[in-house]
Every structure is written in C-alpha cells, then in structure tokens.
T-cell receptor, first 114, second 115 residues
Framework: DAGITQSPRHKVTETGTPVTLRCHQT?????MYWYRQDPGHGLRLIHY???????DKGEVSDGYSVSRSKTEDFLLTLESATSSQTSVYFCAISDYRDRVYEQYFGPGTRLTVT | AQSVTQPDIHITVSEGASLELRCNYSYGATPYLFWYVQSPGQGLQLLLK??????LVQGIKGFEAEFKRSQSSFNLRKPSVHWSDAAEYFCAVGALGGTASKLTFGTGTRLQVTL
C-alpha cells in the first residue's frame, strides 16, 4: 500500500469555523490531489499540486484553499466551513508507472459541518 | 472535457455468478482508463488500468476489463463473484492536463453479493 496518511480521520465542526485537513505521504511522489466524495457524485477533484508551492484548481475548488510547503505534506483548508462542505475527503498521490499516471488514495477524512 | 458514465447505480449478483459492470467514457483523445474498488469506510484501491496495447486487461482479485473504442466503453468483468467482492466500484478516465494527470470519476456502482 502507498504510504499515505490523512489527519484527522473524523471531524465535526461548526458552520463558519476554519478547518484544515492534512495529507502526508512517504513515497516522495510529485503529484498530490484532494477529492471530495458525495453520494451520487462519485469523487470530484478540489485542488491538486504538481510540486512544492505549485498548486492548481480542480472542478469544485470554491471555498477551499491548499498549500504545499514540503513534498510530503498537502494541506486542504476550508476558510469558513459551510454545511455543503460536509463530505468525505480523500487525498491521493500519483506515480508514473508503465506509461500511465496511477493515483493511490489515502483512507479519507469524514468531515461534518453542523 | 472528459466524462464517465456508470449507468448502473446498484447491482446484485449471487455468489459464483459472473459479473459485468458498465462504464462509458467521453474523451477526445486516447484515454487512460481505470477501475477502482472501495470497501465500506475505506479508500479507493486500483483494480486495473488501460492506456494502450491489448484491449483486454487483467487486474487484481481476478478482475478484467475490455476497452472498446467503437463503443467508448471500458466494462469490468469477473467470471465468478465472491462474497468479499461486495463493494463500490468506480470507473475513471485520466488526462494529462498541464503538468499533472487528473482523473474524472463516474458516480459508482454498488455491488451486492447474495449467498
């Protein structure tokens, strides 16, 4: 299994509070991603990173920001959490193998915004 | 923009029966295609992938998938399902966009296995 950890694994927070989720990898992979998973929507890309301090938006980036100051850590921040951000958040890392970029996923963080 | 359709939200099969999960994609160039499996409360695990070459690809846990360009499909199959295969299955299409490879996922198919 790819060395990916996410913290916290579960969090309950109130509307309007800031929240930061952490993804940590031990694989030294260049690319890292944040997805959210909601019933009926599958996984949707929030932000991704292609190197230290290099990030870009995905399809559902509104209300989220990210930072990557070290290769191994990718942080997702909800500046002011809303109930619509209640979801399961997955981090992924990417490795180039057999001419294909494969993505490996962390265990997820279940976030509830009350 | 790429997209993936998994037309079956929920499928039930008996243990030992064969399985086929459908996936249709939309992408302008040659796609990267993936199948992932997610057990309850877990992350996603890569089952198999396709980029080029042989259109029938083998994966882990006895799964295989066939790429059919003319039908824009990448269906997942297993000859004999085991109760432990009960999970949610996601098809994804990948693209090299800019400086990273991004995946677009289907909405998933939940597989129930009856004994």
């Amino acid at each position: 299994d790819a060395g990916i950890t996410q913290s916290p694994r579960h969090k309950v927070t109130e509307t309007g509070t800031p929240v930061t989720l952490r993804c940590h990898q031990t694989e030294n992979h260049r690319y890292m991603y944040w997805y959210r998973q909601d019933p009926g929507h599958g996984l949707r890309l929030i932000h991704y990173s292609y190197g230290v301090k290099d990030t870009d938006k995905g399809e559902v980036s509104d209300g989220y920001s990210v930072s990557r100051s070290k290769t191994e850590d990718f942080l997702l921040t909800l500046e002011s959490a809303t109930s619509s951000q209640t979801s399961v958040y997955f981090c992924a890392i990417s490795d180039y193998r057999d001419r294909v970029y494969e993505q490996y996923f962390g265990p997820g963080t279940r976030l509830t915004v009350t | 923009a790429q997209s993936v359709t998994q037309p079956d939200i929920h499928i039930t099969v008996s243990e030992g029966a064969s399985l086929e999960l459908r996936c249709n994609y939309s992408y302008g160039a040659t796609p990267y295609l993936f199948w992932y499996v997610q057990s309850p409360g877990q992350g996603l695990q890569l089952l198999l992938k396709y980029f080029s070459g042989d259109t029938l690809v083998q994966g882990i846990k006895g799964f295989e998938a066939e790429f059919k360009r003319s039908q824009s499909s990448f269906n997942l199959r297993k000859p004999s399902v085991h109760w432990s295969d009960a999970a949610e299955y996601f098809c994804a299409v990948g693209a090299l966009g800019g400086t990273a490879s991004k995946l677009t996922f289907g909405t998933g198919t939940r597989l129930q296995v009856t004994l």
